[in-house]
Protein backbone atom coordinates (compact mmCIF):
# COMPACT_ATOMS: atom_id res chain seq x y z
CA UNK A 1 0.00 0.00 0.00
CA UNK A 2 2.71 2.53 0.75
CA UNK A 3 4.25 2.09 -2.88
CA UNK A 4 1.14 2.64 -3.99
CA UNK A 5 0.56 5.68 -2.48
CA UNK A 6 4.36 6.82 -3.33
CA UNK A 7 4.10 5.78 -6.99
CA UNK A 8 0.52 7.83 -7.64
CA UNK A 9 1.10 10.92 -5.73
CA UNK A 10 4.93 11.58 -5.90
CA UNK A 11 5.18 12.66 -9.07
CA UNK A 12 2.34 15.41 -8.48
CA UNK A 13 4.08 16.65 -5.90
CA UNK A 14 7.77 16.42 -7.10
CA UNK A 15 6.98 18.68 -10.57
CA UNK A 16 4.74 21.58 -8.59
CA UNK A 17 7.72 21.73 -5.81
CA UNK A 18 9.69 22.50 -9.63
CA UNK A 19 7.09 24.85 -9.87
CA UNK A 20 7.43 26.51 -6.67
CA UNK A 21 11.27 27.04 -6.84
CA UNK A 22 11.59 28.21 -10.74
CA UNK A 23 9.84 31.40 -8.49
CA UNK A 24 11.68 31.46 -5.65
CA UNK A 25 15.24 31.03 -7.91
CA UNK A 26 14.00 34.13 -10.49
CA UNK A 27 13.68 31.75 -13.48
CA UNK A 28 9.81 32.65 -14.06
CA UNK A 29 7.48 35.33 -12.50
CA UNK A 30 4.21 34.20 -10.64
CA UNK A 31 2.50 36.39 -13.22
CA UNK A 32 3.77 33.80 -15.93
CA UNK A 33 1.05 31.46 -14.48
CA UNK A 34 -1.75 32.91 -16.64
CA UNK A 35 0.54 32.47 -19.70
CA UNK A 36 1.04 28.95 -18.88
CA UNK A 37 -3.08 28.45 -18.15
CA UNK A 38 -3.95 29.54 -21.08
CA UNK A 39 -1.62 26.72 -23.06
CA UNK A 40 -3.13 24.58 -21.04
CA UNK A 41 -7.12 25.57 -21.52
CA UNK A 42 -6.53 26.37 -25.06
CA UNK A 43 -4.29 23.55 -26.17
CA UNK A 44 -2.82 21.21 -24.02
CA UNK A 45 -5.48 19.69 -22.24
CA UNK A 46 -8.46 19.48 -24.80
CA UNK A 47 -6.36 17.56 -27.23
CA UNK A 48 -4.97 15.37 -24.32
CA UNK A 49 -9.07 14.57 -24.13
CA UNK A 50 -9.72 14.40 -27.46
CA UNK A 51 -6.97 11.68 -27.88
CA UNK A 52 -8.20 9.85 -24.69
CA UNK A 53 -11.85 10.12 -26.36
CA UNK A 54 -10.42 8.81 -29.43
CA UNK A 55 -8.39 5.82 -28.77
CA UNK A 56 -11.65 4.64 -26.34
CA UNK A 57 -13.92 1.73 -27.37
CA UNK A 58 -17.20 3.24 -28.65
CA UNK A 59 -19.20 0.33 -26.46
CA UNK A 60 -17.58 1.97 -23.26
CA UNK A 61 -18.24 5.25 -23.59
CA UNK A 62 -22.19 3.96 -23.99
CA UNK A 63 -22.24 2.40 -20.30
CA UNK A 64 -25.34 4.11 -19.16
CA UNK A 65 -25.53 3.51 -15.06
CA UNK A 66 -21.94 4.31 -14.99
CA UNK A 67 -22.44 7.62 -16.71
CA UNK A 68 -25.51 8.44 -14.96
CA UNK A 69 -23.57 8.10 -11.23
CA UNK A 70 -20.70 10.13 -12.29
CA UNK A 71 -23.24 12.65 -13.81
CA UNK A 72 -25.39 13.20 -10.77
CA UNK A 73 -21.56 12.99 -8.26
CA UNK A 74 -19.81 15.40 -10.59
CA UNK A 75 -23.09 18.00 -11.57
CA UNK A 76 -24.89 17.56 -7.92
CA UNK A 77 -21.82 18.95 -5.99
CA UNK A 78 -21.54 21.57 -8.90
CA UNK A 79 -25.21 22.77 -8.41
CA UNK A 80 -24.71 22.75 -4.80
CA UNK A 81 -21.48 24.57 -4.30
CA UNK A 82 -23.37 27.27 -6.97
CA UNK A 83 -26.22 27.70 -4.79
CA UNK A 84 -24.41 28.29 -1.46
CA UNK A 85 -21.99 30.16 -3.08
CA UNK A 86 -24.98 32.78 -5.03
CA UNK A 87 -27.33 32.35 -1.42
CA UNK A 88 -25.32 31.89 1.38
CA UNK A 89 -21.95 33.26 0.41
CA UNK A 90 -23.79 36.34 -1.56
CA UNK A 91 -21.51 36.05 -4.39
CA UNK A 92 -21.83 37.85 -7.30
CA UNK A 93 -22.74 34.70 -10.21
CA UNK A 94 -19.40 35.20 -11.91
CA UNK A 95 -17.68 34.32 -8.60
CA UNK A 96 -20.10 31.31 -7.76
CA UNK A 97 -19.62 30.15 -11.53
CA UNK A 98 -15.40 29.44 -10.21
CA UNK A 99 -16.51 28.57 -6.79
CA UNK A 100 -19.00 25.83 -8.34
CA UNK A 101 -16.28 24.74 -10.34
CA UNK A 102 -13.15 24.35 -7.79
CA UNK A 103 -15.27 22.37 -5.49
CA UNK A 104 -16.87 20.13 -8.55
CA UNK A 105 -13.79 19.18 -11.25
CA UNK A 106 -12.22 16.84 -9.84
CA UNK A 107 -8.36 16.60 -11.14
CA UNK A 108 -9.20 13.08 -12.65
CA UNK A 109 -6.46 13.13 -15.56
CA UNK A 110 -3.50 14.05 -13.45
CA UNK A 111 -4.61 13.09 -9.71
CA UNK A 112 -6.79 10.28 -10.16
CA UNK A 113 -5.50 8.41 -13.30
CA UNK A 114 -2.30 7.30 -11.96
CA UNK A 115 -4.16 6.04 -8.80
CA UNK A 116 -6.87 4.26 -10.97
CA UNK A 117 -3.95 2.51 -13.34
CA UNK A 118 -1.97 1.67 -10.51
CA UNK A 119 -5.36 -0.03 -8.54
CA UNK A 120 -7.30 -1.33 -11.17
CA UNK A 121 -4.81 -1.09 -14.34
CA UNK A 122 -6.04 0.03 -17.96
CA UNK A 123 -9.84 -0.16 -17.22
CA UNK A 124 -9.40 2.14 -14.21
CA UNK A 125 -9.26 5.14 -17.14
CA UNK A 126 -12.45 4.43 -18.37
CA UNK A 127 -13.85 6.44 -15.78
CA UNK A 128 -11.47 9.26 -16.33
CA UNK A 129 -12.03 9.47 -19.83
CA UNK A 130 -16.09 9.22 -18.96
CA UNK A 131 -15.28 12.07 -15.86
CA UNK A 132 -13.63 14.25 -18.03
CA UNK A 133 -16.32 14.20 -20.83
CA UNK A 134 -19.35 15.37 -18.34
CA UNK A 135 -17.05 18.40 -17.20
CA UNK A 136 -16.47 19.22 -20.61
CA UNK A 137 -19.87 18.98 -22.21
CA UNK A 138 -22.15 19.98 -18.79
CA UNK A 139 -19.79 21.57 -16.34
CA UNK A 140 -17.50 23.58 -18.32
CA UNK A 141 -19.76 25.00 -20.63
CA UNK A 142 -22.09 25.78 -17.86
CA UNK A 143 -19.48 27.46 -15.79
CA UNK A 144 -18.12 29.23 -18.84
CA UNK A 145 -21.61 30.99 -19.76
CA UNK A 146 -22.13 32.15 -16.20
CA UNK A 147 -19.09 33.71 -16.14
CA UNK A 148 -19.79 35.37 -19.23
CA UNK A 149 -23.25 36.18 -18.18
CA UNK A 150 -21.59 38.21 -15.26
CA UNK A 151 -19.23 40.13 -17.44
CA UNK A 152 -22.12 40.82 -19.50
CA UNK A 153 -23.80 44.03 -17.28
CA UNK A 154 -27.36 42.62 -19.02
CA UNK A 155 -28.84 45.49 -16.92
CA UNK A 156 -27.87 47.94 -19.70
CA UNK A 157 -29.19 45.32 -22.39
CA UNK A 158 -32.80 44.90 -23.39
CA UNK A 159 -32.50 41.27 -23.93
CA UNK A 160 -34.39 37.98 -23.10
CA UNK A 161 -33.00 35.78 -20.29
CA UNK A 162 -33.42 32.80 -22.65
CA UNK A 163 -31.24 34.64 -25.78
CA UNK A 164 -28.74 35.50 -23.43
CA UNK A 165 -28.37 31.70 -21.59
CA UNK A 166 -28.27 30.62 -25.77
CA UNK A 167 -25.60 33.28 -26.77
CA UNK A 168 -23.79 32.37 -24.34
CA UNK A 169 -24.16 28.70 -23.92
CA UNK A 170 -23.07 29.19 -27.91
CA UNK A 171 -19.92 31.42 -27.10
CA UNK A 172 -18.95 28.57 -24.79
CA UNK A 173 -19.53 25.54 -26.86
CA UNK A 174 -16.96 27.29 -29.07
CA UNK A 175 -14.34 27.11 -26.54
CA UNK A 176 -11.47 24.78 -27.53
CA UNK A 177 -11.85 22.50 -23.87
CA UNK A 178 -15.70 21.78 -25.15
CA UNK A 179 -15.66 21.41 -28.82
CA UNK A 180 -12.53 19.16 -29.03
CA UNK A 181 -13.14 16.69 -26.58
CA UNK A 182 -17.02 16.47 -28.09
CA UNK A 183 -15.08 15.46 -31.74
CA UNK A 184 -12.97 13.34 -30.12
CA UNK A 185 -16.49 11.18 -28.70
CA UNK A 186 -18.04 11.68 -31.95
CA UNK A 187 -15.01 9.99 -33.77
CA UNK A 188 -14.55 7.51 -31.64
CA UNK A 189 -18.55 6.67 -31.82
CA UNK A 190 -18.44 6.59 -35.44
CA UNK A 191 -15.09 4.74 -35.99
CA UNK A 192 -13.64 6.93 -37.98
CA UNK A 193 -9.57 7.32 -37.44
CA UNK A 194 -7.34 10.32 -37.87
CA UNK A 195 -3.95 10.07 -39.98
CA UNK A 196 -1.19 8.71 -38.26
CA UNK A 197 0.86 11.86 -39.02
CA UNK A 198 -1.57 14.08 -37.12
CA UNK A 199 -1.79 11.72 -34.34
CA UNK A 200 1.45 11.97 -33.05
CA UNK A 201 2.14 15.29 -32.44
CA UNK A 202 -1.55 16.06 -30.96
CA UNK A 203 -0.64 13.40 -28.34
CA UNK A 204 3.05 15.35 -27.84
CA UNK A 205 1.11 18.51 -26.88
CA UNK A 206 -1.87 16.62 -25.12
CA UNK A 207 0.68 14.76 -23.10
CA UNK A 208 2.25 18.00 -21.65
CA UNK A 209 -1.06 18.95 -20.17
CA UNK A 210 -0.13 17.43 -16.96
CA UNK A 211 3.44 18.90 -16.64
CA UNK A 212 2.16 22.57 -17.37
CA UNK A 213 -0.92 22.86 -14.81
CA UNK A 214 1.06 21.27 -11.87
CA UNK A 215 4.14 23.43 -12.85
CA UNK A 216 1.98 26.61 -13.02
CA UNK A 217 -0.07 25.61 -9.65
CA UNK A 218 2.97 25.74 -7.69
CA UNK A 219 4.40 28.71 -9.15
CA UNK A 220 1.30 29.92 -8.81
CA UNK A 221 1.84 29.39 -4.69
CA UNK A 222 5.27 30.94 -4.62
CA UNK A 223 5.02 33.80 -2.31
CA UNK A 224 1.24 33.22 -1.25
CA UNK A 225 0.34 31.66 2.46
CA UNK A 226 -2.72 29.98 1.73
CA UNK A 227 -5.66 31.18 3.68
CA UNK A 228 -7.89 28.40 5.85
CA UNK A 229 -11.38 30.47 5.94
CA UNK A 230 -14.68 29.67 5.74
CA UNK A 231 -14.25 29.45 2.11
CA UNK A 232 -11.76 27.08 1.64
CA UNK A 233 -13.02 24.84 4.60
CA UNK A 234 -16.60 24.83 2.36
CA UNK A 235 -14.96 23.87 -1.23
CA UNK A 236 -13.13 20.92 0.46
CA UNK A 237 -15.39 19.56 2.06
CA UNK A 238 -17.70 19.35 -1.04
CA UNK A 239 -15.00 18.26 -3.10
CA UNK A 240 -13.24 15.60 -0.57
CA UNK A 241 -15.90 14.58 1.31
CA UNK A 242 -19.41 15.08 0.00
CA UNK A 243 -18.76 14.63 -3.84
CA UNK A 244 -17.52 10.93 -3.21
CA UNK A 245 -20.64 10.91 -1.11
CA UNK A 246 -22.73 11.18 -3.52
CA UNK A 247 -20.67 9.13 -6.04
CA UNK A 248 -21.29 5.77 -3.22
CA UNK A 249 -24.71 6.83 -3.02
CA UNK A 250 -25.73 6.91 -6.63
CA UNK A 251 -23.54 3.93 -7.25
CA UNK A 252 -25.62 1.59 -4.68
CA UNK A 253 -28.67 3.22 -5.79
CA UNK A 254 -28.06 2.01 -9.56
CA UNK A 255 -26.07 -1.27 -8.52
CA UNK A 256 -22.68 -0.75 -9.77
CA UNK A 257 -20.10 -3.97 -10.15
CA UNK A 258 -17.14 -3.34 -7.54
CA UNK A 259 -14.77 -2.26 -10.21
CA UNK A 260 -16.76 0.37 -11.48
CA UNK A 261 -17.73 1.51 -7.86
CA UNK A 262 -14.06 1.91 -7.29
CA UNK A 263 -13.79 3.99 -10.19
CA UNK A 264 -16.41 6.61 -9.31
CA UNK A 265 -15.37 6.43 -5.45
CA UNK A 266 -11.36 7.76 -6.25
CA UNK A 267 -12.52 9.99 -8.59
CA UNK A 268 -15.07 11.68 -6.23
CA UNK A 269 -12.27 11.64 -3.45
CA UNK A 270 -9.59 13.19 -6.14
CA UNK A 271 -8.88 17.07 -4.96
CA UNK A 272 -10.30 20.16 -6.96
CA UNK A 273 -8.31 20.40 -10.79
CA UNK A 274 -5.42 22.63 -11.15
CA UNK A 275 -7.70 23.52 -13.66
CA UNK A 276 -10.18 25.01 -11.93
CA UNK A 277 -7.34 27.55 -10.36
CA UNK A 278 -6.73 28.02 -14.27
CA UNK A 279 -10.21 29.37 -15.08
CA UNK A 280 -9.69 31.50 -12.09
CA UNK A 281 -6.50 33.21 -13.00
CA UNK A 282 -7.98 33.63 -16.57
CA UNK A 283 -11.52 35.08 -15.30
CA UNK A 284 -8.94 36.88 -12.53
CA UNK A 285 -12.01 35.97 -10.36
CA UNK A 286 -11.63 34.54 -7.02
CA UNK A 287 -8.15 33.68 -8.02
CA UNK A 288 -7.12 33.39 -3.89
CA UNK A 289 -9.53 31.52 -2.44
CA UNK A 290 -9.03 29.54 -5.29
CA UNK A 291 -5.79 28.48 -5.37
CA UNK A 292 -5.73 28.26 -1.11
CA UNK A 293 -8.15 25.60 -1.69
CA UNK A 294 -6.80 23.66 -4.90
CA UNK A 295 -3.45 23.78 -2.19
CA UNK A 296 -4.75 22.31 1.04
CA UNK A 297 -7.14 20.22 -1.07
CA UNK A 298 -4.43 18.26 -2.82
CA UNK A 299 -2.44 18.45 0.57
CA UNK A 300 -5.77 16.93 2.11
CA UNK A 301 -6.45 14.91 -0.65
CA UNK A 302 -3.44 12.65 -0.45
CA UNK A 303 -4.70 11.58 2.93
CA UNK A 304 -8.30 11.12 1.95
CA UNK A 305 -7.51 9.74 -1.56
CA UNK A 306 -5.42 7.01 0.61
CA UNK A 307 -7.92 6.67 3.00
CA UNK A 308 -10.34 5.42 -0.01
CA UNK A 309 -7.97 3.46 -1.60
CA UNK A 310 -7.70 1.53 1.64
CA UNK A 311 -11.15 1.06 1.51
CA UNK A 312 -12.09 -0.05 -2.34
CA UNK A 313 -8.83 -2.37 -2.50
Not at 75 to 86: K, N
Amino acid sequence: MPTLLLSSLFPLVFIMVLGWLSGKLGYTRREDASVLATVVIRFALPLHLFMGALKTDPEKIQNLPFMAVLVFGLMGSWLLALLISRFVFRHDIKTSAIQSLVCAFPDMAYFGAPVLAVLIGPEGFLGVLIGNLITSVLMIPLTIMLIRMGEKGSESEAVSLGSMIAANLFKAVRNPIVWIPILGVLLSLSGLKIPALLESPIEMMGKTAGGISLFALGLLFYGERPAFNIHTLTNISIKNLIQPALMVAAGLAVGLSHTFMQQVVIIGATPSAIAAGMFAIRSDTYVESASSSILLGTALGIVTEGIMIYLVS
